[in-house]
């Protein structure tokens, strides 16, 4: 039976569940797959750490250079995290003939050419299954499951801290705040939480995915992107009541006119089948011009569900030899023709604050139709004050539009403020 | 570039939709896949069906020798369906050195290990994605993306007819025969739709996909079934106000004991993912030990859903040269050792007609009790009449148990009759 050699950089959260798996699956790989997968050595600073893995002393090395030049390491596993030094490591690795694995999201999407090119070079193979929404196997379906369709949609719940925030929000009607700091005690919030809750680590992965399932590079910077922080526990509820679940989406569309990729708060109908994607749970929804609508579901982090889909990798590569790279085989970077559009169109939720006057709805309803926007549902909440909150949705209309139109709405003398402009989608 | 040449055995519904995937996307997969995919030839009886989707007659046959013989066809999907002559024309295929792509679940299942030995045999390439829950791409998930797990559970519902009818049952509160005219006029049931509504279709797709799952053989024969048609429109209704949808799954399970593999109606509850799996979609919900809970969603049936997983399949197979067999790779045969459970365990709602006299809830109590079966809820409906129907739901128990407890029951002289036993699941 063949043995292949693993080697894991960093024994973090990921990289201890992944020697976890490979160590208690090892005769069941050997048994299901024909293939003998062996540790031999970790790369990890605090050496304590591998010791209580009950990994040999002996296994253990800081020194990237003794790894990738080691003869019975055939895999790197890089669970490092963020772009250096995991990127000199991987390049290291690569340099060296070595297949590198990683769950790696950030260096992937920014550094993704430099690293296939490396991986050319010296003919080793890279793949990245656990950068995206843990161990849901979507890079796999992207790649060996949905190619025979043009894809036209993509839309996600694919961060898990974001995904738990607005599900605790909208059962428990608390604050972002609060829920924020309990998440944050409880491990589903980093201390600092910004590249979740302001939805970076989605724009990362929707760049990884729309860039598979369209074809063609999706720059980082070609992603619109709003976070959850601003949002209020009203307009969840609000949105509850006209049917709607708010959730943070990452979008990729793919038309006629271009591509248009997004990441940002957007409430859904109850009835789509992300609606019901709740807690750390992810998803992707996507839709191909034959298969149709295809949707998977499963946890998007952690130690075991991320170490799965590394490991899924390592089997892989460790058990095909001609299939090196699992990226697009045509394009090596956006394709000089690929549009990307700006003026998205959506439905869009509105709250603003009016004085209790006659003639404001009038006015209101005056300026949209200047800007052609035309509305589904009003809700005038008829509290006994000065002040009323009013809601609005409108049919689908173009950002800009609706951008201006509310500079316009927030101009009226009787308008106090306008509160919330929430996409509609799905 | 490439050019791969391609058989398709049968222009029926799922043939059809395979040509014409392969006939409008063929630049698409030259500029993403670098394969010029071509159709060769198409062996069809019916001449006309072929020139109707614009098929040159040159290339239409009758005749399987004709088809294997020719040099230029590389893969041969079958598409045919049942065992012969589909079974005589996939071996030709083999032994001429063609890879195979099949959407044939009841050929699969049956002769599995036929096929592929004969594929061994010319290092020939034998693939199945569209064998089970059509263009969802749940076998390469098995085998390429849950790898690294060993799997304990595999829940689906798997069967688009019978879910097309269960979600109009409980939508319309129509019964059973009725919502089964409509779909066979409307084409979502076949006319003699037995194998759809007994639950044959569904326990071909559970043998191969829980082979998969558990890495051993696991022989229809060995799979329960129970099929929908009589099943009653009260019970939909009763398990509704109990929280409960009525679902036609398959169940495998893989545990100490042994493997259990199961087609029978189960109740679920609403806030399970495969509660709001409606209409004609199919979901299968799967646990790993790594992973924890995953679940693919997509369309199960149709031309161009399952012509997707089928074209999956043959770029996989134009683009792959050392992985010839998308099967396990471990096991010729149900493994000696493999113990299969028939005594299963499950929770039940239990319906029964008692009269309307003092003490019979007792007695039933007191059988239930001597069985050892306890109860979790139980709904008496008190209307104004001699008879009165009873509902209860058991916590876990043995089906053996539940089985007699039910004679038991029955041979009350106050217990009229006993009308449904339907497991709770999920």
Tied chains: 1, 2.
């Excluded at 797959?33 to 296994?59: F, P, R, T, Y």
């Excluded at 760049?207 to 720059?219: D, N, Q």
Aim: some cysteine; overall charge negative.
């Amino acid at each position: 039976m063949k043995t292949v050699g693993v080697a894991i950089l960093g024994l973090g959260v990921v990289g201890s569940g992944t020697y976890k798996i490979l160590r208690d699956h090892r005769e069941f790989y050997k048994q299901t797959q024909g293939v003998d997968l062996s540790v031999e050595c970790v790369l990890e600073i605090n050496k304590q750490k591998a010791l209580d893995l009950g990994i040999e002393e002996s296994k253990v090395s800081d020194n990237i250079a003794e790894i990738v030049s080691n003869p019975n390491v055939d895999i790197v596993v890089e669970v490092i995290g963020g772009v250096e030094p995991a990127r000199s490591f991987v390049l290291a690795a690569l340099h060296s003939g070595k297949s590198v694995v990683t769950s790696n999201k950030e260096l992937f999407c920014k550094h993704w050419h430099e690293l296939e090119r490396a991986a050319k070079r010296t003919n080793a193979g890279l793949f990245f299954e656990a950068s995206c929404v843990g161990g849901v196997p979507i890079i796999r379906t992207l790649i060996d499951g949905m190619q025979a369709n043009v894809i036209t949609n993509l839309t996600g719940i694919i961060n898990g801290t974001t995904n738990y925030i607005l599900t605790r929000m909208a059962r428990e009607g608390s604050n972002y705040a609060d829920i924020l700091k309990d998440a944050q005690a409880l491990g589903y919030a980093e201390a600092n939480p910004a590249a979740d809750v302001e939805g970076y680590d989605a724009t990362y992965k929707l760049s990884i995915l729309s860039s598979l399932a369209f074809h063609t590079k999706v720059p980082l910077d070609k992603i619109y992107r709003e976070g959850i922080a601003d949002l209020k526990t009203c307009d969840i509820a609000y949105g509850n009541e006209l049917g709607y679940t708010l959730k943070l989406l990452a979008i990729g569309k793919n038309g006629k006119d271009g591509i248009e990729v997004r990441v940002h708060p957007a409430f859904i109908r109850k009835d789509h089948p992300l609606a019901s994607v709740n807690d750390s749970f992810n998803a992707v929804y996507l839709k191909g011009d034959s298969v149709g609508d295809i949707m998977l579901y499963g946890r998007g982090a952690g130690d075991l569900p991320t170490g799965s889909a590394i490991v899924s990798d390592v089997i892989y590569a460790a058990t095909h030899n001609d299939v090196k790279y699992a990226t697009f085989k045509n394009t090596q970077q956006a394709e000089k023709g690929v549009k990307f559009i700006t003026d998205f169109r959506s439905r869009y939720f509105i709250r603003f604050t009016a004085k209790d006057k006659a003639g404001v709805l009038a006015k209101v309803a005056g300026i949209f139709a200047k800007y052609n926007i035309s509305i589904i549902d009003l809700i005038q909440k008829g509290e006994d004050c000065e002040n009323i909150p009013i809601i609005l949705i409108t049919h689908e209309t173009s950002e800009f539009s609706v951008r201006r139109a509310l500079e316009k709405i927030g101009e009226l003398e009787d308008v106090v403020s306008v509160d919330s402009m929430i996409r509609v989608e799905g």
